[in-house]
């Protein structure tokens, strides 16, 4: 069926280091991957997307990279901050609609 | 402000007596949807519309109704509910078809069904 797959479920890392968050799709259709960054009591909210067309896509510490051979596309958040604390969701169109299939989330937690 | 608007934001409740959550945005989006999150299984859609008087099953549909009879508001009813539909449920607007734009979310509600 239709899923996106998320890892890891829960993410460590000090203050400074980078952070990346892996997630594979089933639908080779697939053509728009969000990630979406949830912090404590409030709605996700998007921070970084790329379509089917583009290989990676930056914006200051955030980047995105699609490999759509192998069905995949990662988040990765370099120095990270403490405010980069917070839960990180992957999603991918997908199905005769297109609708967003989301992953289950990854808890990233910062150490200062 | 731009947003997205859900009522209440915690509901607690007894099985089978009928509530409804409201949804309100103010910018003018074609699409908006229903989700329910719940641990370890991430954001499953329940129902979306992509305009007025037009809406559809999302992945979970059961136990839920919805009804789009203005662009701005969207609620969703739960008719008779039970403890599973316990959950933390988000409604979100998206302009054009949604399915390729940003999704902009409410703060949720949080539902408990005793």
């Known amino acids: 069926g239709e899923n996106v797959e998320q890892h890891p479920s829960t993410l460590s890392v000090q203050e400074g280091d980078s952070a990346v968050i892996k997630c594979t799709y089933s639908?080779?259709?697939?053509?728009?991957f969000p990630w979406y960054k949830q912090e404590l009591g409030k709605g996700p909210q998007l921070i970084i997307d790329?379509?089917?067309n583009v290989g990676e896509k930056k914006d200051q510490r955030i980047a995105v990279t699609l490999n759509k051979t192998a069905k995949h596309f990662s988040l990765h958040i370099t120095e990270t901050q403490p405010e980069d604390s917070a839960v990180y969701f992957c999603?991918?169109?997908?199905?005769?609609?297109?609708?967003?299939?989301w992953g289950a989330g990854t808890k990233l937690i910062i150490k200062p | 402000e731009a947003q997205v608007t859900q009522n209440p934001r915690y509901l607690i409740t007894v099985t089978g007596k009928k509530l409804t959550v409201t949804c309100s945005q103010n910018?003018?989006?074609?699409?908006m949807s229903w989700y329910r999150q719940d641990p370890g299984l991430g954001l499953r859609q329940i129902y979306y519309?992509?305009?007025?008087?037009?809406?559809d099953k999302g992945d979970v549909p059961e136990g839920y109704k919805v009804s789009r009879k203005e662009k701005r508001n969207f609620p969703l009813i739960l008719e008779s509910p039970s403890p599973n539909q316990t959950s933390l449920y988000f409604c979100?607007?998206?302009?054009?078809?949604?399915?390729?734009?940003?999704?902009?979310f409410g703060q949720g509600t949080r539902l408990t069904v005793v």
């Open positions: 910018m003018n989006h074609e699409y």
């Open positions: 999603a991918a169109s997908m199905g005769s609609n297109y609708q967003l299939i």
């Open positions: 790329i379509r089917s």
């Open positions: 979100a607007s998206s302009p054009g078809t949604g399915w390729d734009t940003e999704a902009f």
């Open positions: 639908d080779s259709a697939s053509n728009y």
């Open positions: 519309s992509m305009n007025v008087e037009v809406t």
